[in-house]
RNA sequence: GCCCCCAUCGUCUAGGGGACUAGGACGUGGGCCUUUCAAGCCCAAAACAGGGGUUCGAAUCCCCUUGGGGGCACCA
């Protein structure tokens, strides 16, 4: 047996999207994870809005944020939606807080003013890229004496704040899902922490607020991984105690060559995909299968079990069965899980939501006779989208069967006539369509007629529902009703009969 | 170029020295069932990247190579 997480205590956790960009795959599965682990133990999960990039900002991407999540059935205790006793969770909002910690560093030597121009490190960075160096931060005002340096910042010369990289020794730092990392000092660099319009960078407002936020375990993608050892030092320089780290891994593309790039993403979506949360609604898909499909890219239970709802996720989810190294998106495998899902759903939970994708296809709905279809729809959907095109028929006042479908496998269009005739003759005298009362009767007009089932019931099939394939025959015959079928059959006839 | 991470079937993974002729799932091929299509059931093909160690014994531990991924911004 797998043991649930090995800290029970309730934790804090944090999603923390920064608003430039759209609810992904890979971000959906960080805020899954947090949340998974936040229910389990009975903690908190806060959704902390990181928009100190002022440039890349685009405030439709909050909202998205927020509907992604809602809809993939995540909700959070605080938040930039909703406030908190640890607020603002807006880093925007932050500004001063940064400011204060940052003037802190500075005062306990770990931190100085620069006042070099972007220009300036621009060019520095050319030099170092043509001489194939390691590209750092030159020194240049790090050893300005403070005094002096902290007279030019108050003369307001523009200037951004430095973190004060140790020039020898080496950081260890531990990540749940891998082996210690120990980096050499040196290869590090003199990152800046608070940029020349006074807004604190990523790293120095991620360290304060997950410290200030009481955050006891930090998910987030394997692409921090590498300023992971600065974040050590950041919370070594404040004196602070680090919460776990965890680095789930990148989704790769379907093809496994790197991550989605914008073409890639704009190829899928032409290939009616995509990976963005807000799309799989319309696509057809269910929360449940996207959640579960999510949840097992990175993360196993054990050998067997591979069907989970939210609850079994809460239950058994354990940062110990993460898996470090990336993994392709394979799409047939979310077509897999909806299906799953799509099965394991109330009848009349499926008829409901089954409902808009027929509505949207341009059919008028007729709830009850809806009702009668999903039994019928239920197995045989991988996603919702699938319906209209399925069972469409169902709603059509009449349908139009191609004259070469209607004609019987291995037979003539006089034959087929014939036999959609008799057919029609033999319903006629029925009262009641059922599929207890018609199959019998059928299946003895095919003897007599000398056809097997297939022949007879396929004529009768394109006859009916206007497509070779379709729902079972007999149940549908049931629901589009005698007068219906009676009505469809004699059309055949005449079609055939024209043939 | 420099730094870091990762490495089991095509894909997602189980596996944490002997239970491995390496298990499951998706996908693929075949079969059963059958009024079509599905669903369901059964079967099959399919992997420990390579090379060195350590050990009585290695998919599991160590090293190297290779491959893949991520990062090197006054973005996150």
């Excluded at 205590?9 to 890979?26: C, E, I, N």
Aim: hydrophobic share 40%; with cysteine.
């Amino acid at each position: 047996m797998t043991s649930p997480t090995q800290s029970l205590k309730p934790v804090r956790v944090r999603f923390a999207p920064s608003p430039t960009g759209r609810l992904h795959l890979g971000g959906a599965r960080t805020a899954l994870y947090n949340y998974l682990l936040a229910r389990q133990t009975g903690g908190q999960f806060i959704l902390r809005l990181e928009d100190t990039d002022r440039k890349r900002y685009q405030p439709e991407t909050e909202k998205e944020i927020v509907d992604g999540l809602h809809w993939l059935g995540i909700d959070w205790d605080e938040g930039f939606d909703r406030g908190g006793p640890f607020g603002p969770y807006r880093q925007s909002e932050r500004k001063d807080i940064y400011l204060e910690y940052a003037h802190q560093l500075i005062d306990s030597g770990h931190a100085y003013f620069c006042f070099c121009s972007p220009e300036r490190l621009q060019t520095l960075r050319q030099a170092q890229l043509e001489k194939k160096q390691q590209i750092h931060y030159d020194g240049t005002c790090r050893d300005i004496p403070l005094e002096k340096s902290r007279a030019r910042a108050a003369a307001g010369e523009r200037h951004v704040i430095r973190f004060k990289m140790p020039r020898e020794g080496s950081i260890k730092v531990k990540d749940a899902l891998r082996e210690e990392i120990i980096i050499d000092n040196r290869t590090l660099d003199d990152s800046i922490l608070v940029k020349s319009d006074g807004l604190a960078l990523y790293h120095l407002a991620v360290v304060v607020d997950d410290h200030l936020m009481k955050i006891t375990h930090v998910f987030r993608g394997s692409e921090w991984l590498s300023t992971f050892p600065l974040h050590g030092h950041i919370y070594q320089a404040f004196g602070w105690e680090q919460p776990v780290w965890v680095h789930p891994s990148v989704f790769l593309k379907p093809s496994g060559k790197g991550k989605m790039s914008k073409r890639d993403t704009a190829q899928l979506m032409k290939d009616g995909q995509s990976i963005f949360i807000t799309d799989m609604a319309d696509l057809g898909y269910l929360p449940e299968a996207v959640v579960n499909w999510i949840a097992l890219m990175g993360w196993s239970y054990d050998d067997q079990m591979e069907f989970f709802t939210m609850n079994d996720l809460i239950e058994k989810f354990s940062i110990e069965k993460l898996n470090p190294s990336p993994a392709a998106i394979s799409f047939s495998k979310l077509d897999h899980f909806n299906g799953l899902h799509i099965r394991n759903l109330a009848l009349d939970d499926l008829t409901k939501r089954l409902k808009p994708f027929f509505q949207k296809a341009g059919y008028t709905v007729d709830d009850e006779r809806l009702q009668e279809i999903t039994p019928l729809l239920q197995i045989r959907l991988k996603t919702l989208d699938e319906a209209p095109e399925k069972a469409g028929f169902f709603f059509k006042e009449e349908v139009k069967p191609r004259p070469d479908e209607l004609i019987g496998e291995k037979m003539t269009a006089v034959e087929s006539a014939m036999a959609a005739q008799r057919v029609f003759e033999v319903l006629k005298e029925l009262l009641d369509i059922s599929p207890q009362t018609i199959e019998e009767p059928l299946r003895n007009l095919a003897d007599e007629l000398h056809l097997q089932t297939g022949q007879l019931f396929g004529i009768l099939r394109v006859a009916v529902t206007g497509q070779k394939v379709s729902t079972p025959l007999f149940e549908s015959m049931a629901i589009i009703g005698r007068t219906n079928v009676l009505k469809r059959l004699q059309q055949a006839v005449q079609i055939l009969e024209t043939l």
